[in-house]
């Protein structure tokens, strides 16, 4: 069955240092979603892509998170530089459409503890 | 803004007993709502969904029916099992399809 894969799983960094996630979503799944998931919270969308455009990105803190899909396949999310409350599990998923009628498949998600 | 409530957790169940997680909304417009399941070290999966007022979701034993006149979107099981032990998440997405909001989850563990 195919899966949505992240990574690195868990990543450990300093304060002020930059970090990078990778997600390759489902073959042919067209619409992507990045989420922040707080220890103890909910997911919290960050940002959507369309194939490789933007949907939304409202969310997103834009002074130090940046995501890409250049292709229109796989993706990355920075933070740059990191800080202490970004410490939280980074969630991708994928869909072969956007809006409600299309199943969201989730990664195992990103583990990132900043120190 | 659109948001979604759920009950607090964690919740501990005997097995075969009944379980019902609460969850509210509130939303602008006509939102779907859905229940997602994580279980212990894999990613989140949906569980069931209703697309508008008065639908029931239902899988693997578990319905949930969409409530307008009282917001809710509540989920049941009639008898639950060890293998349901995970974290349940309710979830909106609102009426453009593109916003997402989900609660905080409510962590569920049956015992034998």
């Known amino acids: 069955e195919a899966e949505v894969a992240q990574s690195p799983r868990y990543k450990i960094t300093e304060k002020s240092q930059a970090v990078a996630f990778w997600c390759d979503p489902i073959?042919?799944?067209?619409?992507l979603y990045w989420y922040r998931q707080i220890l103890g919270q909910g997911p919290e969308l960050l940002v959507q892509?369309?194939?490789?455009?933007?949907?939304?990105d409202s969310q997103l803190p834009k002074d130090r998170f940046s995501a890409e899909r250049l292709k229109g396949v796989d993706s990355t999310l920075k933070i740059q530089p990191a800080e202490l409350g970004d410490s939280a599990m980074y969630l991708c998923?994928?869909?072969?459409?956007?809006?409600?009628?299309?199943?969201?498949?989730f990664g195992p998600g990103t583990r990132l503890t900043v120190t | 803004g659109d948001s979604v409530t759920q009950m607090e957790g964690p919740v501990t169940l005997s097995e075969e007993a009944f379980l019902t997680i609460n969850c509210t909304y509130t939303?602008?417009?006509?939102?779907?709502l859905f229940w997602y399941v994580q279980y212990p070290g894999e990613g989140l999966q949906l569980l069931l969904k209703?697309?508008?007022?008065?639908d029931k979701g239902s899988n693997k034993g578990f319905e949930a029916t969409y409530r307008k006149e009282t917001t809710s979107f509540h989920l049941e099981k009639g008898s639950v099992q060890v293998s349901d032990s995970a974290v349940y998440f309710c979830?909106?997405?609102?009426?453009?399809?593109?916003?997402?909001?989900f609660g905080t989850g409510t962590s569920l563990t049956v015992i034998p």
């Open positions: 939303a602008t417009g006509y939102p779907s």
């Open positions: 979830a909106l997405s609102d009426h453009t399809g593109n916003q997402f909001y």
């Open positions: 892509f369309q194939d490789e455009s933007v949907v939304d």
């Open positions: 073959s042919g799944h067209a619409t």
């Open positions: 209703a697309t508008k007022a008065d």
């Open positions: 998923a994928s869909s072969t459409g956007a809006g409600t009628h299309y199943e969201q498949y």
